[in-house]
């Protein structure tokens, strides 16, 4: 399974201009650099998070390419479906872009959705419990706990009870199972 990182002038100019920006072929020519780079950088790293995601989660990717749009300006830093990311700085679009991942490979897991809908939790937190479980396990063991540590602090400053994610230190793999004894 690998990312098709795409630059859709279009789909820019519209998220841009949506965003009360205005569109300039500058832009076009920033993003088509920018696209280059984070595919170079994103493949160096993209076969071990894959087949992280897939280890830790428990499941499978059901797509053996997934195209991921990148634009420069939106309201949102990303979006799972379909896969989009704002231009930032690499290192942490790559963050950004496992934890869309990790959205998209649990969407279509019935069990963990009705499992979910048994949690007493607010909905963002419902939806982000399992996603940060994933994200943060699969980030420690490639890159290391601060790293994670660091893209809560910079994502998820006031979003999300970070205080129910560290309850659930002991989980290492397959989100569901996990969920379910817990709960």
Sequence with gaps: MNIHFKYS????EL???MSLIPYTSKQKDFMINYVSKLSKDWGKDESKIMKE????????FKYDKIPC???KNMG????SYPLTVKALDIKKVKQILIHELVHV???DDTKLLNLLKKIK???????HLPVLLVQRKVVENIYGRKIFNEFLDYEFNEDIDLDLIKKFDGFEKDVFSYLKKKI
């Design 121 to 127: 939790l607010n909905e963002e937190d419902k939806v």
């Design 69 to 71: 749009f990148v634009v």
């Design 9 to 12: 002038t279009v789909f820019d």
């Design 105 to 107: 490979i649990l969407k």
């Design 76 to 79: 949102f830093e990303a979006i």
């Design 15 to 17: 998220l841009s201009e």
């Design 53 to 60: 995601i897939e280890k830790v989660s428990g499941l499978k």
